[in-house]
């Protein structure tokens, strides 16, 4: 029975047909999930490539774009800024900037929300009006993500930084021009700044120690589109060479690989087989890998992959990385499926310090999970240790029941919505409508899948 109810609910943009704005889930598990459902564009490609839109001179088109919160917070702050944006209801955006004008910073402000992405507008804004402002920053809270990197490569453009109390203004009354630069640390946030600021530099920008996720590829694919000089090598060094103007794009976004890994995850975590559409083999390579060691199986076809167990789930040793490794995205809910696994699973979190604090709400449900928050040191270790690693320690099987909880940040609350499927009795699973920020027509997907839950507004 799949029931919504809610006294004072109203439509959320960022959900489908028949969902109403509910904050609460209450999940009856046991079940195994089974059925199809299909994912649109990255979350992590859509949002930048409508802030790349503002680079170009005429409109651009952008498809496959998912429905989600994260979406529409993009798309008010382009309006803010006088971009106008046209939805046709099939996830095309049509975006023209040519009215694009500045935007007073109470208005940036409420529109940003607790999005991050304000400050990937700082490069095009300053190259088309001279100056850009940035709230304070919210966003999952899953470590620090300092924006050091960001300001750091704007102030190497020529940019001029200038903190206030209420975020940062920048301005670049010289005009931006092309760096040598290199991250601290492969940073996706970092390498998207610099892209979006050195197409338009006058000269050439060398990045090194640039992230390479196939996200990245998107976006720089979607950049040369519209006119940019870009060419990477495979040691991580991207060089641009800026030119005078940019026009705008028709592009199709690549496939959101979180959330195909999320319902794989899904599968193995409740013994069901989900057929995910959309999905590709190649941008998950190093996940498919994981997932058939830790004992699910999968089918590749033309139009998707089907994910479901392939016999008793085995422990896994995991070490996050920047791609080509193991995404942290994809650890959250992996964790729950390795609770039903007979042995003892190591995850290594080398990206964010504090992305393992979801599994105290699992220990409450049964699991047997012990986080050790500077990490563990091993011989077989691959990925570089980091000062900021935590690991979990998760032994297996143990049943999970039902729990209230509280989703924390996107995934570990996808993550939870997992482990209360995968449990026995009710659970209540709150603050739901973190989930919407990544996931498109999430109430409906679960539906699709047989999932048995009540939304209460």
């Not at 920008?205 to 940019?228: F, H, S, Y």
């Not at 039902?402 to 699973?429: F, K």
């Amino acid at each position: 029975m799949n029931t919504l109810l809610s006294a004072s609910a109203t439509p959320n943009p960022g959900d489908g047909e028949g969902e109403l704005l509910g904050e609460v889930l209450s999940i009856r598990g046991g079940r195994p999930l089974t059925g199809r459902v299909d994912v649109k564009g990255a979350k992590n490609l859509a949002t930048k490539a409508m802030v790349a839109a503002l680079l170009g001179e005429d409109v651009s088109v952008l498809r496959d774009v998912p429905d989600i919160s994260d979406v529409q917070v993009v798309r008010s702050l382009l309006e803010v800024h006088g971009v106008t944006v046209e939805d046709d209801g099939e996830g095309v955006l049509r975006l023209d900037p040519r009215g694009a004008v500045s935007a007073h910073m109470e208005e940036i402000d409420a529109h940003a929300g607790a999005s991050r992405i304000p400050i990937l507008f700082c490069g095009p804004l300053l190259h088309l009006l001279g100056q850009a402002f940035i709230p304070d920053l919210g966003g999952c809270r899953i470590g620090d993500r300092p924006i050091d990197f960001h300001l750091d490569a704007l102030r190497a453009f020529g940019a001029i930084v200038e903190k206030l109390p209420s975020g940062i203004r920048l301005s670049a009354p010289g005009g931006l021009r092309g760096a040598d630069i290199e991250l601290p640390y492969p940073s996706v946030g970092a390498t998207e700044q610099v892209l979006l600021t050195a197409v338009r530099a006058k000269g050439t920008t060398e990045l090194r120690n640039a992230a390479i996720e196939p996200e990245i590829m998107d976006l720089i694919a979607v950049l040369q589109k519209m006119g940019a000089i870009i060419s990477y090598e495979p040691n991580r060094v991207i060089f641009i060479e800026g030119v005078d103007s940019l026009r705008g794009y028709d592009h199709r976004c690549i496939f959101d690989r979180n959330e195909a890994a999320s319902w794989a995850c899904a599968a193995l975590a409740t013994d069901g087989d989900i057929f995910v559409g959309g999905a590709k083999q190649q941008e998950m390579l190093t996940f498919l890998n994981v997932f058939r060691k830790a004992g699910g199986d999968f089918d590749i076809a033309e139009d998707g992959i089907r994910f479901r167990r392939g016999g008793a789930l085995r422990p896994v040793v995991v070490e996050t990385d920047v791609h080509p490794g193991f995404m942290t995205d994809w650890q959250q809910p992996l964790i729950v499926a390795l609770t039903q696994a007979e042995g003892e699973s190591i995850v290594h979190e080398t990206v964010y310090e504090n992305r393992l604090g979801f599994t105290r709400a699992l220990v409450q449900m049964g699991a047997d999970i012990v986080v050790h928050p500077e990490g563990i040191a091993s011989s077989d270790r691959r990925v570089p240790r980091r000062a900021l690693e935590q690991a979990a320690v998760i032994k297996g099987a143990t049943p999970l029941h039902g729990a209230d909880v509280v989703v924390p940040d996107l995934r570990g609350g996808y993550s939870y919505v997992i482990a209360a499927l995968a449990a026995e009795g009710q659970s209540t699973v709150r603050n739901i409508g973190i989930i919407r920020r990544g996931y498109e027509k999430f109430l409906d997907k679960l539906a699709a899948v047989g999932a048995d839950f009540d939304v209460i507004g």
